[in-house]
Antibody, heavy 118, light 112 residues
Framework: QVVESGGGLVKPGGSLRLSCAAS????????MSWVRQPPGKGLEWVGR??????????DYISPVKGRFTISRDDSNNTLYIQMNSLKIEDTAIYYC???????????WGQGTVLTVSS | DIVMTQTPLSSPVTLGQPASISCKSS???????????LNWLHQRPGQPPRLLIY???NRLSGVPDRFSGSGAGTDFTLKISRVEAEDVGIYYC?????????FGQGTKLEIK
């Protein structure tokens, strides 16, 4: 129900935009987030966007604030994350997740891999 | 930030036996609306995480009833009544009461 794309190999300082195409629900009406998992490590929340009725505000974790930007395209029913000034430590699988059950982030994508390396 | 601490970090279990994972948060996870947004996820090797339980004790549709969650405030537990082979992997607790939302370190469940 969500499919991520756009991952790849980027040099430090570079940029990349990941996409999350949703089906079966509207990205406007859902609370959605990006979560990442560095190789062999645990999970880290990256950013969250509230539903339109929930205020639509967007929050980021401190390490990515000012570098990453989450946005929605209602016409394509897609969530994006624009990542600039990439660092080696941003290397991870990036998962798009959504809440379709009240109080739960129950929809997880398969993830897309970002590798930041020179 | 709320720190989530899981124990144990590794749990070897015999098939058919129970398993239990503890998750403690550094602050209360009770939201101002009265709900507690404590979830449990399961990740098999090479797979994305899958939500098992939300708001402490609610099983997502399709999750076997051998999985149960309990707790309140800052102390939470995931129990598997009888471990099956498909239950291996890493279990994470996760809170989204307060942003930044945070995860526990993960508990690796393996079969003895």
């Amino acid at each position: 129900q969500v499919v991520e794309s756009g991952g790849g190999l980027v040099k430090p300082g570079g940029s990349l935009r990941l996409s999350c195409a949703a089906s079966g629900f509207s990205v406007t009406d859902a609370w959605m987030s990006w979560v990442r998992q560095p190789p062999g490590k645990g999970l880290e929340w990256v950013g969250r966007v509230k539903s339109k009725t929930g205020g639509g505000t967007i929050d980021y974790i401190s390490p990515v604030k000012g570098r990453f930007t989450i946005s929605r395209d209602d016409s394509n029913n897609t969530l994006y994350i624009q990542m600039n000034s990439l660092k080696i430590e941003d290397t991870a699988i990036y998962y798009c997740i959504a809440s379709q059950t009240a109080g739960a982030y129950d929809i997880w994508g398969q993830g897309t891999v970002l590798t930041v390396s020179s | 930030d709320i720190v989530m601490t899981q124990t144990p970090l590794s749990s070897p279990v015999t098939l058919g036996q129970p398993a239990s994972i503890s998750c403690k948060s550094s602050q209360s996870l009770v939201h101002t609306n009265g709900d507690t947004y404590l979830n449990w996820l399961h990740q098999r090797p090479g797979q994305p995480p899958r939500l098992l339980i939300y708001k402490i004790s609610n099983r997502l549709s399709g999750v076997p009833d051998r999985f149960s969650g309990s707790g309140a405030g800052t102390d939470f537990t995931l129990k598997i009544s009888r471990v099956e082979a498909e239950d291996v992997g890493i279990y994470y607790c996760m809170q989204h009461t307060q942003f930044p939302h945070t995860f526990g370190q993960g508990t690796k469940l393996e079969i003895k």
